[in-house]
């Protein structure tokens, strides 16, 4: 059980486009789901928080007009990186968790290079 | 400020068992968890201590103590597979919800 399912694993697009990743909970409700953001032999770095069908909460100095995050039902989220720039480059992982536990399951992580 | 603090590095022979302390100071307290990360992968989720005590799932225990702020994650028979990179994180309530405040991680290297 706990599976979570984030799409793509990789993607090469160039400077300006969007990019679209999506992180669906596969057999669970997902209350809540966590974009994270990792540089290499870094520690995760929480970009923002997101509850079903409400705002996405933002990290400081995280710019929410670049990534836009999107949870419109419990089994799914996407985050969106607008005009994506080659310092956007980058690990990005998904998580979700259900209401009232505090463990968090992981997607496998989409690794982002921006040309 | 929120931390916790975790060997960078950790060096054990395949075999043999190790443990890896992490101890935090954050503001609020729900519970402690560990993390697998091996190299250019995500985390996968390992076990959680809400309550004092040592919690155990076959080779990998972890333990908790809420009066001293720490705990451990104990390998026992320890294999190549293992090594990883491995993550204490604390949940603690947040804005939405609550919120795991990382460790920065400990890197395991095995050696034969």
């Known amino acids: 059980g706990a599976v979570v399912s984030q799409h793509p694993s990789r993607v090469i697009c160039k400077s300006g486009t969007s990019v679209k990743i999506e992180c669906r909970s596969l057999d669970f409700q997902a209350t809540t789901m966590f974009w994270y953001r990792q540089f290499p032999k870094q520690s995760l770095m929480l970009m923002a928080t997101s509850n079903e069908g409400s705002k996405a909460t933002y990290e400081q100095g995280v710019e929410k007009d670049k990534f836009l995050i999107n949870h419109a039902s419990l089994t799914l989220s996407t985050l969106t990186v607008t005009s994506a720039h080659p310092e956007d480059s980058s690990f990005y992982i998904c998580s979700a968790s259900q209401l009232a536990k505090n463990i968090q399951y992981f997607g496998a992580g989409t690794r982002l290079s921006v040309l | 400020g929120q931390s916790l603090e975790q060997p960078s590095e950790v060096t054990a022979v395949e075999g043999a068992i190790v443990q890896i302390n992490c101890t935090y100071q954050t503001s609020g307290f729900y519970g402690l968890s560990w993390y697998q990360q091996h190299d250019g992968g995500a985390p996968t989720f390992l076990s959680y201590?809400?309550l004092d005590g040592l919690e155990e799932t076959g080779r990998f225990s972890s333990f908790l103590s809420r009066s001293d702020s720490y705990g451990y994650l104990l390998l026992q028979e320890l294999q190549m597979k293992d090594s990883a990179s491995y993550f204490c994180a604390v949940s603690a309530p947040g804005d939405s919800n609550y919120q795991l405040i990382w460790g920065a991680g400990t890197k395991l290297i095995i050696k034969p």
């Open positions: 201590n809400g």
